[in-house]
């Protein structure tokens, strides 16, 4: 069984993690540009995990 592997959106994923950890700590977890730094990890995660759930096997139980 071959499974898929997409290097390049879980780095942009890390990117943006590390990028609202940054402002998290410069402006505090709820300052504006923190939301929006966290609403779109949450958008890059949201479609990372959608990536992986095409590119996974099924488990076929009888």
């Not at 402006?27 to 990536?51: F, H, M, T, V, W």
Request: some cysteine.
């Amino acid at each position: 069984m071959t499974y898929v592997t997409r290097k390049e959106p879980w780095e942009e994923t890390e990117r943006l993690r590390d990028e609202f950890h940054n402002i998290a700590i410069r402006k505090g977890i709820s300052s504006p540009d923190a939301i929006r730094a966290s609403q779109l990890l949450d958008i890059k995660l949201n479609e990372y995990y959608c990536s992986q759930r095409q590119v996974t096997p099924l488990s076929n139980k009888a």
